[in-house]
């Protein structure tokens, strides 16, 4: 017999963002699911509808994202990282786009301004974080790519960079 101690919450939510770890993104998903008598679609709404961010108009059926059944919009998506923009602890977890992570070798000449988490499975790319202005105010983002084909990803990859690059030059 033997005892293995797990690393801090923090340090695996890190991890799941920055390499993309489904299997530990479903995990962090049970563990904050008290299972008692609602199952996970109706917990996670219950969770945020608290924060007061209404998911009523979208399913949940895993903590990874990978069900195709699962359901999220690009504006709900984004009220939730507004709301959690001063959780210093979430915000840590996220990679800097052109650095580390999943988004290091894209936009690269953003100069650290953007935090991102990717998502992205065949015929996708979805990215979702955090923008930094130039006068220093923080936005959250998101934005949900998807129904291409594999002669189309060096051209959405391309847009991707743009977007980005567009995005940090916005007058506010």
Known sequence: LGSVISPDINEIA??????????????LANFMWESGNKNYDEFLKQFWKEKGINL????FLDGSGLSPLNTLSCRSLTALLAAMK?????????????????????GKNTGGRIAAKSGSITGTRNYAGYFTSGTGKKYAFSLFVNGFND???????????????KMLALKE
């Not at 009523?56 to 399913?59: E, F, G, K, P, S």
């Not at 840590?92 to 992570?101: A, H, K, Q």
Request: hydrophobic fraction near 35%.
């Open 86 to 106: 001063n959780n210093h602890e979430f915000m840590g977890s996220i990679p800097v786009v052109g650095r580390d992570g999943t988004v290091a070798t894209l």
């Open 56 to 59: 009523d108009r979208h399913r």
């Open 14 to 27: 890190r991890e799941t963002n920055h390499k993309s770890v489904n299997i530990f993104a479903d995990g």
């Open 151 to 165: 002669d189309q990803s060096r051209a959405v990859r391309t847009f991707l960079d743009e977007f980005f690059t």
